[in-house]
T-cell receptor, first 112, second 110 residues
Framework: ETGVTQTPRHLVMGMTNKKSLKCEQH?????MYWYKQSAKKPLELMFV???????ENNSVPSRFSPECPNSSHLFLHLHTLQPEDSALYLC???????????FGPGTRLLVL | SQQGEEDPQALSIQEGENATMNCSYK?????LQWYRQNSGRGLVHLIL?????REKHSGRLRVTLDTSKKSSSLLITASRAADTASYFC??????????FGKGTTLSVSS
């Protein structure tokens, strides 16, 4: 148990669906991150929030929309996804940017 | 952009043997970290070494850092079957979000 929770753990959605992934950290950290991990590919940093402000968006398609209402919660809103978006989505948090990150268990997403 | 590159990509050893993984990176760093990931799970932080440190130990783990060569190594001594996992190095690139390498997949057989 790392102190970072993610829900749901598994998600199957069609290309026309809208769904949201939720991440919550109980560590009092100020930075939160979304990563995408596809089979046989490096871990891809998607978004970074520091003190609720987005500081990085690594050319992520607009069908992924992040939201950070406070320092403890991070959402990833999904709409009109493509099959190639199927992957493990990992959330992480850290006290400061560049310091040790604590990861959630991930959401396994399958887009049909 | 990718910062760290682990080598080898895959490593298979017997229980009791030592496992060594290497990481090379491109730009200056404040720290380098190693993480472990069991199949389909989140990453777990193992050890952090700062740019002014050369070696660090944690239990059966030993990490070295050579900033002149922009490289690091992770040594796991007396490997166990439970050490089977993927291992990633990550660098901060100077206070930004961590950038992870592709990882080394370690398989320890009994």
């Amino acid at each position: 148990e790392t102190g970072v929770t993610q829900t749901p753990r598994h998600l199957v959605m069609g290309m026309t669906n809208k769904k949201s992934l939720k991440c919550e950290q109980h560590l009092g950290h100020n930075a939160m991150y979304w990563y995408k991990q596809s089979a046989k590919k490096p871990l891809e940093l998607m978004f970074v929030y520091n003190f609720k402000e987005q500081t990085e968006n690594n050319s992520v398609p607009s069908r992924f929309s992040p939201e950070c209402p406070n320092s403890s919660h991070l959402f990833l809103h999904l709409h009109t996804l493509q099959p190639e978006d199927s992957a493990l989505y990992l959330c992480a948090s850290s006290q400061k940017l560049g310091e040790t990150q604590y990861f959630g268990p991930g959401t396994r997403l399958l887009v049909l | 952009s990718q910062q760290g590159e682990e080598d080898p990509q895959a490593l298979s050893i017997q229980e009791g043997e030592n496992a060594t993984m290497n990481c090379s990176y491109k730009t200056s760093i404040n720290n380098l970290q190693w993480y472990r990931q069991n199949s389909g799970r989140g990453l777990v932080h193992l050890i952090l070494i700062r740019s002014n440190e050369r070696e660090k130990h944690s239990g059966r783990l030993r990490v070295t850092l050579d900033t002149s060569k922009k490289s690091s190594s992770l040594l796991i001594t007396a490997s166990r079957a439970a050490d089977t996992a993927s291992y990633f190095c990550a660098t901060d690139g100077g206070g930004t979000a961590l950038i992870f390498g592709k990882g080394t997949t370690l398989s320890v057989s009994s």
